[in-house]
């Protein structure tokens, strides 16, 4: 099915392939009758059969029994219960009974006092040695296939015929003029679907509106308008910083962002959906997403008029756009293709980035994967959250993928939609090396630059000028520099989160174990010991 085809919002066979993808493992295990331990009624008989109970024993017979033979048989009793006991718990501890089928969520007791949980019993269920060893060898796997660019461009073939292959010469940005109809008089962005979800996007766009017709580029009869790609993507991961980078790097005069930040375009309004709660949407067409950098390209233009009255300057101004789903959210080919059994997605969002624009610079940022799981955790708002809830909520996660490995590659898990609906914490997010090496198929490592947020937070002047490096942006005046460094940290952990206090011994130590042979990849792939993150 090609993307140009996109016509999901309100059609029936899509709401039922949805609402069967959306169902998550947990809420579908949540829906199940729940059943006694002991069911002591008996089975398989009419309701209106009269059922009496027989006594084994009746006082008349017990009377005739002997006291010591009444005692033999308690004693006897006693024994066989204890010998049976003992079977089914050491069953249990090896995994022969009550073991759980492959993604099935086992009922964990939750204690109420943090000292039982920090006992290593939680820890017990998961043989950790086991799946970190298993982890270990799956990381060594072939890299991906990557797919023909004829086969990326027919899959979506509106895109590469609104975006050319060359851009103009000069510019630092990406740009080339597009052609307008003879009546430009009607409203631009009138049926821009981000007007619906940005108030401040749809305030720029009574900006442009109004100036629309001043930015126009004549030549030849026709008229043109200016279009621009980001010269460069902050792609994430969630709670690693993006946020705060994006509104620092704001300040510096040579930058322009997208209006609104997160646009998630590349990775899922281009598909139709916004969250896959709410089922598919209307498509958001490219021409959608381009019309969030005319307020740069309307600044680059001015670069452009005459040959002597424009401003120089101004054509090295760059354009970016953040969105810390663009490195790891693919899941919306489970959605497209839902009737072709696919391992791994057949196409990443890099790939049509990469297609579009093989020059893009790319900027990730990374975090403790252990301190960036809680964070996310205490982001989302829901009831109950405590350290204890966490802590079940990883084991189970934990649990869950650990199934999948046993079955599948690593990548696979890693990019299963099903799995990741099914963990409650969104722990593959921290798998960053298996992401990483999916954009090194794609991009040259000099276009990529991987930073850490400790190191981010820690010297902020040393880490933002290595960003201008990268963007090859010229430097700040003093006075600039202080504004930017000064600048109040971004989306900070609300008061109420911060009051639960740090995650429990038990669940970082379990965390530690789970991520180190990522981590361990991770700093052999960047040549850096600190993305081990063995200090934190």
Known sequence: MSLSECKYAGTPQMDNRYNLHSLST????RRRPVMPLFDLSPANVPENLEVRWVPLLSLTSLRSISKVKVASF????????FIMASYILTWDRKGLLFTPSPFQLRPVVILTGTEALELPSEKSFIDMK?????????????PRKVPDEKDVIATDSRLFSVIPRQFLPGIKSPCWHEELSSNVNTDP??????????????????????????????????QYRLRCLPYFYIIGQPKCGTTDLFHRLLLHPEVKFTTMKEPHWWTRKRFGYIRFKDGFQECFPV???LDLFDLAAHNIQEGLIGNSSGDPSKLQLIAGEASASTMWDNQAWSYVRGDEEEAEPPFLAQDFIHAVQPNAKIIIMLRDPVERLYSDYLYFKMANKSVEDFHQKVIESVRLFQSCLSETSLRSCVYNTSLSNAMPVRLNLGMYIVFLLDWLT??????????????????????????????????????MEAALT???????????DRSLGPM????????REFHHPFNLKLASELDNKAFLWTAA
């Open 486 to 496: 000064k600048r109040p940290m971004s989306n900070t952990r609300r008061a109420a």
């Open 130 to 142: 086991l799946l970190v060893k298993s982890i270990s060898s799956k990381l060594e796997y072939t």
């Open 442 to 479: 794609v991009f040259h490592r000099e276009q990529i630059l991987v930073l850490r947020l400790e190191d981010y937070a820690a010297n902020l002047r040393v880490t933002i000028k290595k960003v201008f490096n990268f963007l090859s942006v010229g430097p700040l005046s003093d006075q």
């Open 189 to 222: 962005y009138r049926r821009n679907l981000f007007t619906l979800r940005s108030k401040s996007f749809r305030a720029v766009c009574d900006y442009l509106r109004t100036h629309f017709q001043e930015h126009l580029y004549h030549r030849d009869g026709k």
């Open 287 to 289: 021409e959608d997403y």
């Open 26 to 29: 947990s809420e579908k295990y």
């Open 504 to 511: 429990l011994h038990a669940t970082r130590d379990l965390l």
């Open 74 to 81: 308690l004693l006897g009793l006693t024994l066989t219960l």
